[in-house]
């Protein structure tokens, strides 16, 4: 049973040798990955696309050194590529990217910094849609009230909302890469969004009794 | 996910809830059902839920976009370590079909060898004073193919009736060729110094892979095909503009009436079986088939009677004489011939 699964897998790897990238798009992640262990640098290439921006992105949510989040992306993609065949068993591959990412961020600001403060900025700075705004009711004052509140969060609570509402990862996966407790997880998500509905209620009182008069 | 329907939450509690998150922000449809009956059943719910919805959709993060530039540059930075020179690939697959092509390859290049050794023939040529490089021309002739090594490394498969003038050292800039006919292309990878082929109508870029050009003055079409790495077909008159890049597989066709260029999908042995002297006809009329015999063999047809096409004609002919070929149309088209030297008569 084992063999013929990879069988399988090895016949659709050299299928994947010869295809274009965008052939790609209607495979999971998981047979892209099994592609590219098996030597495919057009499933390298996909990757490369598919993630590149993700991972930039929260770089720039953590870091505000650009030559160190190009320097850690090259170096995680190349570790990528040439260790491939002793990581053969990943769980989800954009978690995996994130978790290496992070951990190559953190390192390399901790040699800098000991030579070097590095300035602290705000990290993970949030926006809020036309959605809330609708429900503020376009109130000036409290939507930005609102948006510094969200912005003067902790780091890790926002860090942990950033991966569960703009990654879409699970809280098991924001765990492991986070490394921390998936109950932890639980915990500042729940922080966060306790903030956020106590603030809104507030507004929403306010206004609610504004229009009574 | 046994869930009661009866749950008594809050809106809190609803900001909460994972399963609830499963729903709004993963948008999982398996949650639907479940939602759906949860609201139904009190009226208070549905208002609570909407709120809660836009709650958790409205929180949105400043984005940081990784700019293009730097996202090309990293790449070109990755492929010089990750691809090796000439291709894509970077482990040689134990595939039949590859393995194939590599014997297929060392065949060509033994026959290619000695077609060079005795019919190579090159002229040489001065270009403009801008440009002090000397051009050297290579000419296949009708019925015969020529195998070129270049300044770089590079390979080039000349086709029957074809030239190809390049020059004997490249500039440090870019690679430079001139094409006219068929030839087929394996390009020594340089990241820095660009390969371009220029034909009547259309350029071909590439940094370093394998490709088939056909751009023959009689035919309607110019075509690029792509075996190995990526390609860029720009039309010559409306450079900047409307350029096309290639993957291996893909096939560029540029028609010379309508100035369009489309792209496709092509079948190997269709487009590349030349390079290995296998004459491929597909659906071809007995029009196409004369033309392409003449350039194949260097001969000339002298087509006395009106041949009638209803079918079209497909078929391989790998490494066999004219006569040979001649013998198995004429059985499919219900002709007469003779061979007078360099001249076929059809009767």
Known sequence: ?213 | MSRKKNLNYSLEDLLNDNYFHKWIIDSDASCDEFWENWMKADATRPPMVSKARKILLGIEFKSDPMPEETKARLWRKLESKVVPAGGVYSVAPKSSKLKWYYSAAMITLVAGALASILYFRSVSTQKGATHPIAYTESISPMGQKTTIQLADGSKVKLNASSSLKYPKKFSPETREVYLEGEAFFEVQKNSDRPFIVRTSNITVSVLGTSFNVSAYADNKDISVAVLTGEVMVENTLDAGNGQLYLEPREMAIYDKDKHITRKTIFDYKEILDWKDGVIHLKDANFQEIVKKLEKWFGVTFDVRREIITEKDFTGRFQNKSLEYILQGLSFSFDFDYEIDGKQIIIK
């Open chain 1, 1 to 213: 049973m084992k063999n013929q699964a990879e069988d399988k897998l090895r016949k659709d790897a050299h299928l994947f040798l010869s295809y274009k990238s965008s052939d790609f798009d209607s495979h999971s992640d998981e047979e892209i990955w099994q592609a590219l262990l098996k030597g495919s640098s057009i499933a390298f290439k996909y990757i490369y696309n598919k993630y590149a921006d993700l991972l930039y992105d929260y770089g720039k949510k953590i870091t505000k050194d650009n030559q160190l989040i190009e320097d850690c992306l090259h170096d995680l993609f190349i570790e990528l590529w040439s260790r491939k065949a002793s990581s053969a068993n990943i769980r989800n591959l954009k978690a995996y990217l994130i978790i290496s990412f992070r951990r190559k961020i953190i390192s390399a600001e901790k040699k800098l910094s000991k030579y070097e403060k590095i300035a602290s900025h705000q990290k993970f700075e949030m926006d809020l849609t036309d959605n809330l705004s609708e429900l503020m009711e376009k109130e000036d004052n409290n939507l930005s009230a609102l948006k510094d509140a969200l912005n003067e969060l902790p780091q890790r609570q926002k860090e942990a909302l950033y991966l569960r509402f703009y990654n879409h990862l699970s809280c098991q996966d924001i765990a492991e890469i986070m490394a921390i407790n998936p109950q932890s997880v639980y915990n500042l998500l729940h922080k966060a969004l306790l903030m956020l509905k106590n603030k809104f209620t507030t507004f929403s009182i306010l206004l609610g009794a504004m229009t009574l008069f």
